[in-house]
């Protein structure tokens, strides 16, 4: 990768930035990144990120266009809320600064727009969240589609998000607010969206939406806590200091999160969510989410003239499941079944955590285009933000 060194800032001291991002960063990219200072209107997400990443004070700011303005960045990485993130990556690119905005790129399509306008101007890398694109996983099932072409050409498609995270972060902190995250599809099926894009190598035209709100959400004050609720003991929903789940990162090193009631009267996203999509190329796709499921897991289906793709990214699963993803595909003309083991990579996401840091740090010094692009994002949101539209109003949303 040659011997430059890149200077990162990265915005936003929580989970994304710190404990994956950042310790990263330190201890495995010290040859090749210098983290010059990370940005946070919060004091105590400051102080945890300047310990965790041994950082001094000239280097953490309460105010991110600060940042951007006084140190000699070559790369941001964004993970602050996702509201935020349209302001910051066009100031970036303003500033000349290469950038990894997590997903959601932004809450509309609009504002994944507006970004990429900037973004062409500067001449800068984009690079989009989209973790699952470098999984071995997702890889694999990209490349029995439109590689290997086993399956033919694909007429059907779908996926379904069983996500069990509704108690564990969604309902109890900043994503249950529509202003705030977009909703349900924009916030999290954006993932599993781009990957039925990838996969089907199309743009969508038109998606349909069904959804509701049907286990959070509620008359609970909007400032209950858990920590200090009377029946924080009992109740299953409760997220308490000893039942954090974390996803990835180093599990020794933990953070305060927002542990507010998922009864709460403010909840406006939805907790379940069905899409039919129609593509440019013709194919019919269906997705499905819900946010209360017990197990956390990504299914996808791809049905073309020659044969039936099934892979499921088991991550978590009931006691008596395999946790291992595989895909397999059956043979239309001769009933023929093939079980395609697949093996992840370390890290965050299966593997796809690394993979995108490395994607990213590549093409700032390649100046390539990553994998996963601002069009990606914007794709993804397309179907995401006029899905959570169509849901509202009833209609179909022509997307282009
Ligand atoms: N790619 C993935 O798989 C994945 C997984 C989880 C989260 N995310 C995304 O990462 C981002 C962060 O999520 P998280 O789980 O780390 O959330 P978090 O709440 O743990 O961290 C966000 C931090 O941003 C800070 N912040 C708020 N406004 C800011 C501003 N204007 N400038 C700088 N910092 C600001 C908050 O104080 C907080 O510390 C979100 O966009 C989320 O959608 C992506």
């Not at 430059?4 to 929580?14: F, H, R, S, T």
């Not at 049907?214 to 000893?242: D, H, Q, W």
């Not at 020659?306 to 499921?312: F, L, Q, S």
Request: hydrophobic share 35%.
């Amino acid at each position: 990768m040659g011997e430059k060194i890149i200077n990162i800032g990265i915005v936003g001291a929580g989970n994304r930035g710190i404990r994956c991002y950042g310790l990263y960063l330190m201890k495995e990219k010290r040859n090749s990144v210098r983290i010059m200072g990370i940005s946070d209107p919060d004091r105590k997400r400051l102080e945890f990120g300047k310990k965790v990443l041994n950082l001094d004070d000239s280097s953490v700011f309460d105010d991110t266009e600060k940042m951007l303005s006084v140190l000699p960045l070559d790369a941001v990485i964004i993970t602050s809320p996702d509201y935020t993130h349209k302001k910051i990556a066009i100031s970036a690119f303003k500033k000349g600064i290469d950038v990894l905005c997590e997903k959601p790129l932004a809450l509309t399509v609009k504002d994944c727009d507006d970004i990429i306008r900037e973004q062409k101007k500067s001449g800068k890398i984009l690079c989009v969240g989209f973790v699952l694109r470098y999984n071995n996983f997702y890889k694999k099932m990209h490349e029995i589609v439109n590689v290997e072409k086993k399956i033919g050409r694909i007429i059907m498609a779908g996926a379904m998000d069983s996500v069990s995270t509704g108690s564990q972060y969604f309902f109890h902190g900043w994503w249950r607010l529509r202003k705030n995250s977009g909703g349900l599809l924009v916030q999290k099926a954006t993932h599993s969206i781009d990957i039925l894009n990838w996969v089907i190598n199309s743009r969508a035209t038109r998606v349909y939406g069904e959804g509701g709100l049907s286990v959070f959400g509620g008359n609970k004050s909007n400032t209950k806590r858990c920590s200090s609720c009377e029946i924080k003991n009992t109740c299953p929903e409760a997220l308490l200091e000893n039942n954090v789940q974390w996803d990835y990162g180093e599990g020794n090193i933990k953070m305060e999160i927002e542990d507010k009631c998922v009864f709460a009267k403010e909840i406006d996203v939805y907790d379940h969510e069905v899409l039919t999509i129609a593509y440019e190329n013709g194919v019919k796709a269906f997705f499905v989410e819900s946010q209360f499921t017990p197990d956390y897991k990504r299914e996808f289906w791809f049905i073309g003239d020659k044969g039936r793709m099934y892979g499921i990214d088991p991550y978590i699963v009931s006691n008596k499941d395999e946790r291992k993803p595989y895909i397999e595909i059956v043979y239309r003309h001769t009933r023929e079944k093939e079980i395609i083991p697949v093996k992840l990579r370390p890290g965050g996401h299966g593997g796809g955590d690394p993979g995108l840091i490395e994607d990213f740090l590549s093409c700032c010094l390649t100046r390539k285009n990553p994998l996963a692009d601002g069009v990606a994002g914007r794709e993804s949101i397309a179907i995401c933000a006029g899905g959570e539209k169509s849901i509202e109003t009833g209609k179909i949303i022509k997307l282009r």
